[in-house]
Nanobody
């Protein structure tokens, strides 16, 4: 059973928004969480991280456009993506570093 499940991907036009969700099984509130992405032919890259105390960090290419948050009651981490660009097209993965868990990924395609 995959302990991390991403939802919310899809096709969006440039300039649009999407919100990804990652639902976690098991203990959640005490662990840092992250979002990564991988475009075809490219290495997986950091998108955003959020600590148990809600400190956040972002990859340079998404700063000011993407926002990560978490709901410890629902055991969900979110990625709000605004002002999307075609270069944001990738498979987005949820990550729990402590256990080296990865979700199955969700495709985000930004295209007109």
């Amino acid at each position: 059973q995959v302990p991390l499940v991403e939802t919310g991907g899809g096709l969006v036009q440039p300039g649009g928004s999407l919100r990804l969700s990652c639902t976690v099984e098991g203990v959640f509130s005490i662990y840092a969480m992250g979002w990564y992405r991988q475009a075809p032919g490219k290495e997986r890259e950091l998108v955003a991280t959020i600590s148990p105390s809600y400190n956040t960090d972002y990859g340079e290419s998404v700063k000011g456009r993407f926002f990560v948050s978490r709901d410890n009651t629902k055991k969900v981490v979110y990625l709000q993506m605004n002002s999307l660009k075609p270069e944001d097209t990738a498979v987005y993965y949820c990550h729990m570093p402590y256990y080296h868990y990865w979700g199955q990924g969700t495709q985000v395609t930004v295209s007109s």
